[in-house]
């Protein structure tokens, strides 16, 4: 593990300077003047310092190695881009790519990088021009977040694909003033062309890469008669059941906000796997997960929600926090009396509240839109509850 926290950092670096050097030296190929060579390196070293940053606040995955090679195409690319009309940077494909193999912020850091590197080498660039590509690239990213193994890539692409139709025709209407003619949308029209042909190319590479290889992992480990759960169920019965119902009430919430539904489930399932080492600790568990083959983001989900000094991120831990704890809040009231009468509403509120007001949701990625739905959905599930009495 501390071997690849070094291979991460020194890939972050080496990200750094060839971002840099690769926009100095390109500055210079297309005969900038020394003031605007010097300006291109301090944009960029901020943009870079900037994405430096964001990516320090994320752990390594299985995906930073692809991540990395993709930039790096992506970089070259970027410096050539002034070499095309304006309108013809197909950034919407570069900024849904980099999120493909990192996460949003990520993806808006890195590809919001490299077109400000497009624009600063572009003998005409200016903040227009960027903002434009921003907001493509920023639809992308919004409208492919979270695609899952269902792999539903119809919609998004078509919706993604207009906007980026419609703006780059703005962008050539209003550049030309001198009235509208079928020749101003060729440019918008070849972008949106070669904007597709690359988004199929890289869906197709994140489903061959990622999607098909870990919807197996996830159907054995999430198998309620997986040898670990198997395992546990031996060990005691009662944890067993309480990571069965953990795991429902995950995949229920996740699957309707558009998350990691097999992720979530996962972490339902073995949040408890500690008690066969009698240590729920997530350096006691770590071992017998990866023995298990356990996918990376159900580790990752595990390690933030079992290990204290690791901060409580992705959205996925929100809603196993929150399923854990109306599963054992519920069950220690039906332990008491078994034929109480619960009010599920003011117990899935007060639940929140003092969640909310503890602060561990303080450096999460989970939106006030979501935590309301979250509430909807666990109130939702009255009749479920009376399984646990």
């Keep these: 593990m501390a071997k690849e926290k070094i291979i991460d ?3 972050k670096l080496l990200l750094f300077f060839l971002t840099v050097l690769s926009a100095a030296f390109a500055a210079y190929l297309y005969q900038k003047t020394v003031y605007e ?10 943009a870079a310092g900037g994405m430096l940053f964001q990516m320090a606040e994320k752990e390594h995955t299985e995906n930073t190695g692809r991540f990395f090679l993709l930039y790096l195409l992506f970089l070259i690319l970027s410096v050539f881009f002034p070499l095309i009309p304006e309108g013809g940077y197909p950034y919407l494909a570069v900024f849904t790519g980099l999120m493909l193999f990192s996460d949003r912020m990520t993806a808006m850091s890195a590809g919001s990088t490299l077109l400000l590197i497009s624009v600063l080498l572009c003998s005409d660039g200016d903040a227009a021009l960027f903002i434009m590509y921003f907001v493509i690239g920023m ?21 993604s694909l207009l906007l980026q139709f419609v703006c780059l025709s703005v962008w050539e209407i209003l550049l030309a003033n001198d009235g509208f003619s079928m020749e101003m949308l060729i440019v918008p029209a070849f972008n949106t062309l070669v904007s597709l042909i690359l988004m199929v190319i890289l869906l197709k590479l994140f489903s ?24 546990l169920k031996e060990q005691s019965r009662e ?14 919430i996740a699957s309707k906000l558009y998350m990691n539904a097999a992720a979530a489930k996962a972490g339902g399932y073995y949040h408890k796997i500690g008690v066969l080492q009698n240590d729920n600790s997530y350096e006691a568990v770590e071992g017998i997960l990866a023995e298990y083959h356990m996918p990376g983001q159900a580790l990752q ?14 959205r996925e831990t929100v809603v196993l926090l929150f399923a854990d704890t109306m599963i054992s809040s519920i069950s220690y009231l039906f332990k008491k009396n078994k034929e109480a009468v619960l009010d599920y509403d003011k117990l899935v509120e007060a639940v929140f509240q003092k969640k909310l007001s503890s602060g561990i949701l303080n450096q999460s990625e989970i939106s006030i839109g ?4 979250m509430k909807k959905i666990l109130a939702g599930e009255q009749l479920y509850y009376d399984f646990l009495r």
């Design 9 to 11: 950092s020194i890939r």
């Design 37 to 46: 060579i010097a300006e291109t390196v301090v944009f960029t070293s901020i």
């Design 139 to 159: 639809a992308g990213v919004y409208l492919f977040y979270g695609l899952d193994e269902s792999f539903q890539v119809g919609r998004p692409l078509l919706c």
């Design 208 to 231: 061959f890469s990622i999607i098909y290889r870990t919807r197996d992992a996830y159907m054995d480990v999430n198998d309620p008669e997986c040898p670990l759960l198997v395992r």
């Design 239 to 252: 944890e067993y059941f309480h990571a069965i119902h953990t795991a429902y009430l995950c995949e229920r």
């Design 301 to 314: 989900i595990l390690k933030e929600y079992l290990q204290p000094d690791t901060p409580i991120r992705s």
């Design 370 to 373: 979501d935590l309301e739905q």
